[in-house]
């Protein structure tokens, strides 16, 4: 079974995320920042990130900057998942190696799209 | 909504579009119609229905028939077919025809996503003939729909549904949360209100013709003539784009489905070879 880190500091949206990518299959761990979702990647890499952007501790995009440096760190497919929509904001995303990029708000279509855009389907 | 006001929906639909009108499901007759009467003043759908017996008022009649019809779309709705168009296809037909524009029709454009997917899958395609040209065209039966796929605006819900995140960057500018084609692929496009049941021998050669979410809401009788007219604009090497779903087996004498279960239909067996590749 592929396992998805779902990283985001608001435990609602982390259930929400969960519920869905459950029922297209993975298994799910969960973080509140980057940190500790650095944390797990060096402990287990996942498959797949579904990260949010703004963050206490360390933000999503710091995070992914130090992931894909990481040993193994190129491998998990990273998905964005963050209220910014603006061209600039998905630009330096994708820059740090981000795969794909969800807008808030989201719903299950739309993360079952952008995990099969992200090649995770 | 009476049997009877059904009934009249559904002869209406049958005749002015050759629509199945789907009087099984009246929750969604009426989701599709609510919005029509509240726009025209009517209290309820079965005050637009009487004032449609009471007035047959041609306006109206197509304002209901419009309504009827489905309007939903994706980008990229097939991801398999949309790659196979850009990859092989496309190439494959400008290789051909290096002068002439290759001309591309989705006949039932709905809110454009359809016709502007093909227009990024041209700017896309790799090995295209050195100064391909092509011209692209969208019609469908409504109004409202071309006058939305026109604008080429669409909402962030939109353009998460089938459009990879650097297509998106790529070929939209946004503004908070609507989202606009660039100007460069919304001018490659024309638009006309269309009815597939007219008479469409004045239309011009179509080197491929895209035709979804069509056959099978359309009434049984009327699919052959559709899909004859439609083939009979396209040349030899040309291809037609139907759903993978679409039955089409009465009609094996003058289609041949491309491998892959894409729904892509080569007017002429010869050329599978090309797309295959």
Same mark, same amino acid.
């Given at each position: 079974?592929?396992?998805?880190?779902?990283?985001?500091?608001?435990?609602?949206?982390?259930?929400?995320?969960?519920?869905?990518?459950?029922?297209?299959?993975?298994?799910?761990?969960?973080?509140?920042?980057?940190?500790?979702?650095?944390?797990?990647?060096?402990?287990?890499?996942?498959?797949?990130?579904?990260?949010?952007?703004?963050?206490?501790?360390?933000?999503?995009?710091?995070?992914?900057?130090?992931?894909?440096?990481?040993?193994?760190?190129?491998?998990?497919?990273?998905?964005?998942?963050?209220?910014?929509?603006?061209?600039?904001?998905?630009?330096?995303?994708?820059?740090?190696?981000?795969?794909?990029?969800?807008?808030?708000?989201?719903?299950?279509?739309?993360?079952?799209?952008?995990?099969?855009?992200?090649?995770?389907? | 909504?009476?049997?009877?006001?059904?009934?009249?929906?559904?002869?209406?639909?049958?005749?002015?579009?050759?629509?199945?009108?789907?009087?099984?499901?009246?929750?969604?007759?009426?989701?599709?119609?609510?919005?029509?009467?509240?726009?025209?003043?009517?209290?309820?759908?079965?005050?637009?229905?009487?004032?449609?017996?009471?007035?047959?008022?041609?306006?109206?009649?197509?304002?209901?028939?419009?309504?009827?019809?489905?309007?939903?779309?994706?980008?990229?709705?097939? !991801?398999?077919?949309? #790659? *196979? /168009? $850009?990859?092989? +296809?496309?190439? @494959? &037909?400008?290789?051909?025809? =290096?002068?002439?524009?290759?001309?591309?029709?989705?006949?039932?454009?709905?809110?454009?996503?359809?016709?502007?997917?093909?227009?990024?899958?041209?700017?896309?395609?790799?090995?295209?003939?050195?100064?391909?040209?092509?011209?692209?065209?969208?019609?469908?039966?409504?109004?409202?729909?071309?006058?939305?796929?026109?604008?080429?605006?669409?909402?962030?819900?939109?353009?998460?549904?089938?459009?990879?995140?650097?297509?998106?960057?790529?070929?939209?500018?946004?503004?908070?949360?609507?989202?606009?084609?660039?100007?460069?692929?919304?001018?490659?496009?024309?638009?006309?209100?269309?009815?597939?049941?007219?008479?469409?021998?004045?239309?011009?050669?179509?080197?491929?013709?895209?035709?979804?979410?069509?056959? !099978?809401?359309?009434? #049984? *009788? /009327? $699919?052959?003539? +559709?899909?004859? @007219? &439609?083939?009979?604009?396209? =040349?030899?090497?040309?291809?037609?784009?139907?759903?993978?779903?679409?039955?089409?087996?009465?009609?094996?004498?003058?289609?041949?489905?491309?491998?892959?279960?894409?729904?892509?239909?080569?007017?002429?067996?010869?050329?599978?070879?090309?797309?295959?590749?």
């Amino acid at each position: 079974m592929k396992t998805c880190l779902v990283v985001d500091d608001s435990r609602v949206i982390r259930k929400v995320a969960r519920r869905v990518l459950e029922d297209i299959g993975f298994e799910i761990a969960e973080a509140a920042d980057g940190m500790e979702a650095l944390a797990w990647c060096r402990a287990a890499m996942p498959d797949a990130v579904l990260l949010d952007w703004n963050m206490p501790v360390m933000n999503g995009i710091e995070f992914l900057r130090l992931l894909r440096a990481e040993p193994g760190g190129a491998a998990p497919k990273v998905v964005f998942c963050t209220v910014e929509n603006s061209v600039d904001h998905i630009r330096a995303a994708l820059d740090a190696g981000a795969d794909e990029y969800i807008m808030k708000p989201f719903d299950g279509d739309i993360i079952e799209a952008k995990f099969a855009e992200a090649g995770l389907l | 909504m009476t049997p009877e006001d059904m009934d009249l929906l559904a002869a209406l639909g049958r005749a002015r579009a050759g629509v199945r009108v789907e009087t099984e499901k009246p929750y969604l007759i009426e989701s599709r119609l609510s919005p029509l009467a509240r726009r025209e003043g009517f209290d309820s759908i079965e005050a637009l229905i009487a004032a449609l017996r009471a007035q047959r008022e041609e306006r109206l009649i197509w304002a209901v028939v419009e309504a009827l019809c489905r309007c939903e779309t994706t980008f990229f709705r097939g !991801r398999e077919t949309f #790659a *196979a /168009l $850009r990859d092989a +296809v496309l190439p @494959a &037909l400008s290789q051909r025809r =290096p002068e002439a524009p290759i001309r591309v029709w989705s006949a039932a454009c709905a809110t454009g996503q359809e016709v502007y997917s093909m227009a990024i899958a041209a700017a896309e395609a790799p090995n295209l003939a050195t100064g391909a040209r092509f011209e692209f065209f969208g019609s469908d039966l409504s109004e409202r729909c071309l006058e939305k796929a026109q604008a080429g605006l669409y909402t962030q819900f939109e353009v998460q549904r089938g459009l990879p995140i650097r297509m998106l960057v790529k070929y939209f500018e946004n503004q908070d949360d609507t989202w606009a084609i660039s100007p460069r692929i919304r001018q490659m496009v024309r638009w006309k209100r269309i009815n597939l049941l007219a008479d469409l021998s004045a239309m011009g050669r179509f080197d491929v013709i895209l035709l979804r979410n069509v056959l !099978r809401g359309m009434d #049984a *009788a /009327l $699919r052959g003539k +559709v899909i004859e @007219a &439609l083939v009979s604009l396209l =040349p030899p090497d040309g291809v037609l784009v139907l759903d993978p779903e679409d039955d089409v087996a009465a009609f094996d004498d003058m289609l041949a489905a491309a491998p892959g279960g894409t729904g892509i239909y080569l007017r002429d067996p010869s050329v599978r070879a090309a797309v295959a590749a």
